[in-house]
Each structure stands twice: as C-alpha cells, then as structure tokens.
C-alpha cells in the first residue's frame, strides 16, 4: 500500500508532507504499490493506543467470552483505535482469571483491533475511593495473587492500579515493579505516601483527579506527588464529563507524559437505557453513565471522540493531543517498539483524518484497510 501525499505525524512529533509504504502488516520503506491512496491535505497520524476502557457495544471484558472480546475490538478498530488493553474490575480473582485467560487466547481477526495486554483495575484499591468499583472484592495487596496472574499469562499484564495506602500496598509495588507497571488508583493516599509509591517504582495516574484525593492547595495528594516526582505518566478522560476543560488544559501544560484513556463501559456505542458494570446497574443519559446514586460508572465516549473534542473543544494543541493518543500509552505498556508512531518496521496502523474537521477518513489495521466510523 501506498499512502501519497499527506500530512505524516513523524516520531519527532511534528506533521511533514510525505509518503507512507507499507509492505504485508508493517510500515516499509518501499511498496509494491497495489493499492494507492492519494491522501492529499490529510492528516496520516498512528493508529490510537486505549490502554484503560472496559467495553462496548453491550459487552464487557470481564464478559470472559471469546465473541464479547471480539465485539469490542471490532467495535474499537472501526473508530481508530487499532490497540486496545482493556481493564478488568473489582471482582472475585476467579473472575479476574478467566478474563485474562480469554484474553491470553485472543487473536485478532481481520476487522479487530490488536490486543496490546490487559490493565488490571481492582482488587488491590481503597474503599474509601471505590467509585464504581465493587467494595465487596476489594482485597490488601495479595502477593501471591498477582504473582499466579503474572506467571500465567506472561507479558499479559501491563499496568495494575494500586491504592498505595492499602496493607502491604508499597511492598508489593517494590517486589514487582520489575515486572508490571503500577498505577495509583481508587486511593484515598495523601501526598507523602504517594510520593513513597512511586519511590518504589509506581509510575502513572488512573484517570487522574477521579477516584483520589484532589489537588489541594495545601494537601496537594497524588496529583501534587506526581509533580514533584517529575517522571509519572498522567492518564485523563476527556469526554467533556470527567474532566473540566480547563483542567485538562491545565494537566497538559503541568505534565509531559500524558496519556488519554476512554474509560468506556459497555454502553459505548449505544444509546440510552440501563447496562451494567461489575454486576452493578448503570443508567445513560446522553453522555453521561452513572450508577443509582449518581456515582460516574466510566464513559460512553470512545477515544477517538474523545481526542476530537479535547481539539475541538478543549483547544489542546493537536500535535500533543495525538501523542497522549499513541506513543504516550504505548510506552506505558512497553509496546512502543511495536506500535505508537510512523515508523519503518512497525506494525502498519495508519489512521487519515481530515485537517480541517479531525473526522476519520480511513483506518488502516495491519496494512489493511477497514470499514470505519468517526464521530
């Protein structure tokens, strides 16, 4: 495939009027030219990367089946995002097991999304921050537990959220921070604990400001420690509910490393009405998901929506927007020399936009074209 003519976001994270070859499912220097897109004023940007989302279409990744997994990844490719790490939830660890396992078994079919690992929200959090978690499943830090997961299904595994406070919480970040990456999350930690965590190899946010301790003048908690640590990837919903837009802004110029996440729960893609999420009843209205009592219960806005409004609407500059998109995750996840920029041996996961209304114009998944959808 030949890609002629575009805007190309290069690895130095800049637009530059250029082609793109592809040859099978990687991005080459050369092409047999089979097929020639002429993409002239388009955007050619990486395919995105959601590295935390729990579903869509009416299904859940803590689903455990095969066709729910497939239906969400079809879902997720048709909208630009070509790399998917779906998140499990405060369930029992039988439960938690057979979604990996599912997981551990997916292969991609020609109109689904890559599957870059698997994020693992819960057990180990805070009831006094349980969101829309189950507080009945929450568990202290359980060694042997997340050791069982990490020997079973190797390089599975990408990020697991941690309250820090928990009993045993910051052992279990120091004996296995050489093995997954931990993300501080549902945690009620003030800043000197969270500063301890990630002194002992924590490294990023969950969907920063929710699910923690604000950033207070004078108890600046996470969101301060963060910060000061200097080095700490903060993940952001920008759905327009979550998260202010000035505070978006205001996290985009405060940190380097900021990675976008949807968040999404299975009602993505759907309209309104009552779905579930972690055996607990979820009610939609428009763009908002909440439990009974008001609680949010995730998104229903997929990331390529939400990178179009943090553009559009939140004005966060473009080039900084597609990166939060696509190397940022894919660094998280140690997968950055697989996917997450435009580069000579990576896998072909193109995405052409148009430079005026950001709508998607084509998805290319593994050098293949897809059927797409924008919002």
Do not use: W
């Amino acid at each position: 495939m030949l890609l002629k003519n575009g805007e190309v976001f290069c690895e130095n994270g800049f637009f530059e009027k250029k082609n793109v070859c592809t040859q099978g499912m990687y991005i080459s220097e050369t092409s047999s030219d089979d097929i020639v897109i002429d993409v002239t004023d388009k955007y050619v940007i990486p395919g995105f990367i959601d590295i935390h989302f729990h579903g869509a279409m009416g299904c859940d990744f803590m689903d455990a089946r095969p066709e729910s997994l497939k239906t969400i990844a079809r879902y997720e490719a048709t909208h630009g995002i070509t790399t998917i790490v779906p998140a499990t939830l405060t369930m029992p660890k039988e439960d938690i097991f057979r979604a990996l396992q599912n997981a551990f078994d997916f292969i991609p079919e020609k109109d689904e999304a890559n599957l870059g690992g698997v994020y693992l929200e819960g057990p180990f959090i805070s009831n006094k921050k349980i969101g829309a978690q189950n507080g009945k499943y929450v568990i202290a830090s359980d060694p042997e537990f997340l050791k069982s997961l990490l020997d079973e299904f190797p390089h599975l595994l990408k990020v697991v959220a941690i309250a820090p406070e928990i009993e045993g919480g910051l052992n279990l970040i120091s004996d296995y921070s050489d093995r997954v990456r931990f993300s501080l999350a549902h945690t009620d930690a003030d800043y000197e604990t969270s500063l301890k965590a990630f002194d002992c190899g924590a490294r990023q946010l969950t969907h920063t400001f929710n699910a923690m301790n604000p950033l207070h003048h004078r108890h600046s908690g996470p969101i301060g420690a963060a910060f000061s640590n200097g080095n700490i990837s903060t993940e952001i919903i920008c759905d327009g509910v979550h998260i202010h837009e000035s505070v978006v802004a205001m996290m985009f110029k405060l940190f380097s490393q900021m990675v976008m996440i949807s968040d999404s729960m299975e009602a993505t893609g759907l309209g309104n009405g009552n779905y579930s999420l972690g055996g607990k009843n979820v009610i939609v209205k428009g763009n908002l998901a909440t439990l009974e009592d008001g609680t949010i219960a995730g998104s229903v806005t997929n990331l390529y929506c939400c990178f179009s409004k943090a553009v559009r609407s939140m004005h966060i500059p473009l080039e900084e927007t597609i990166i939060a998109c696509t190397k940022n995750p894919a660094q998280c996840c140690g997968i950055y020399s697989n996917v997450g920029s435009i580069s000579i041996g990576k896998r072909a996961d193109l995405l052409v936009i148009d430079r005026k209304t950001l709508k998607l114009n084509e998805v290319i998944l593994r050098g293949k074209r897809l059927t797409f959808s924008s919002c």
